[in-house]
């Protein structure tokens, strides 16, 4: 199944991976090139990066909704980050499950999917962006107006991305994490 995922993750984004071209990773327990020695130049990393890029897309519309809602009302710092927490999961699960209901999964089976495949991911990114936001001196505290507010907010999602590829090459290498929605597309 890991090696079905792998091959049907290269079709999906188009980056021709022939399967005659992974068949010789069949014999090497389909390491290689999730250990960064294979053929591909590092593609798992490339691979891990559109995927948190992927998540990324979910958990960023949910997070700038979430600190919008929550700083246009004047909620406490701690509503506010829990708002976006739940819309950033919300967002992040959502746009998995688009991608495996288009495929013809019925909707139990998808959510199923979007769970497997973007919880550790998105909780690893949650804890960074939230964590930046709260730890940068005002920046929860900024308004709307305010380039503190948006500068920390896209500098809390930037890093939250840099963090989270090598949690998804990790998974992915595993048969985890996306690897799981690439299987149903």
């Known amino acids: 199944m890991e090696h079905s995922a792998h091959t049907g993750q290269h079709a999906e984004h188009g980056q021709h991976g022939h399967?005659?071209?992974?068949?010789?990773?069949?014999?090497?327990g389909h390491r290689a090139d999730h250990e960064g020695h294979g053929h591909h130049g590092g593609g798992s990393w490339r691979t891990a990066a559109q995927a948190t890029l992927h998540c990324l897309t979910g958990c960023a519309v949910g997070e700038v909704l979430g600190q919008v809602i929550g700083v246009g009302l004047g909620l406490h710092n701690g509503a506010?980050?829990?708002?976006?927490?739940?819309?950033?999961?919300?967002?992040?699960?959502?746009?998995?499950?688009?991608?495996?209901?288009?495929?013809?999964?019925?909707?139990?089976?998808?959510?199923?999917?979007?769970?497997?495949?973007?919880?550790?991911s998105i909780l690893v990114m949650e804890l960074i962006d939230n964590g930046v936001m709260v730890a940068v001196p005002g920046a929860m505290d900024a308004g709307l107006g305010q380039l503190l507010f948006w500068v920390s907010l896209a500098g809390s999602l930037a890093l939250a991305f840099v963090v989270?590829?090598?949690?998804?090459?990790?998974?992915?290498?595993?048969g985890r994490g996306h690897a799981v929605v690439h299987a149903h597309h």
């Open 80 to 120: 506010t980050v829990a708002l976006s927490i739940a819309l950033a999961f919300v967002f992040g699960y959502a746009l998995t499950m688009r991608g495996v209901l288009r495929a013809g999964l019925p909707f139990r089976d998808a959510l199923k999917v979007a769970l497997a495949a973007d919880t550790v």
């Open 19 to 28: 399967p005659a071209e992974h068949g010789h990773q069949a014999g090497h």
């Open 164 to 174: 989270t590829v090598p949690v998804n090459r990790w998974l992915i290498g595993r």
